[in-house]
């Protein structure tokens, strides 16, 4: 059964840095592409980064770019956001999620099928 964990949210200060974790288990990301997407209280679903089946393509929302980095560990089949310079408007719940896409990856979420459970993310001081 495919899984998705995500892990490594809680609170920082503005500025700070955090490192979120999408452990995948049931396949591989050989076969799938994989976003991150985040939802801020009273709001809809926004797409911030993914990245192709074989690591080659990344995608970012302007929203992001510049200061969130996507990257995975095929061994671990793991994907990673590294979230630096995070500010306020960052809060919210963040998700990954995995598409059985080759070669391509979107940061739409009619792309995917497959979510996480979410880790919360607090941007305050």
């Known amino acids: 059964q495919l899984q998705l964990v995500e892990s490594g949210g809680g609170l920082v200060q503005p500025g700070g840095s955090l490192k979120l974790s999408c452990a995948a288990s049931g396949f591989t990301l050989d076969y799938y592409a994989i976003g991150w997407f985040r939802q801020a209280p009273g709001k809809g679903r926004e797409g911030l980064s993914c990245v192709s089946s074989n690591g080659l393509t990344t995608n970012y929302a302007d929203s992001v770019k510049g200061r969130f980095t996507i990257s995975r560990d095929t061994a671990k089949n793991t994907v990673y956001l590294q979230m630096n310079s995070m500010k306020p408007e960052d809060t919210g719940v963040y998700y990954c999620?995995?598409?059985?896409?080759?070669?391509?990856?979107?940061?739409?979420?009619?792309?995917?099928?497959?979510w996480g459970q979410g880790t919360q993310v607090t941007v305050s001081s």
């Open positions: 999620t995995a598409g059985p896409f080759i070669g391509e990856c979107s940061i739409h979420d009619a792309f995917y099928d497959h």
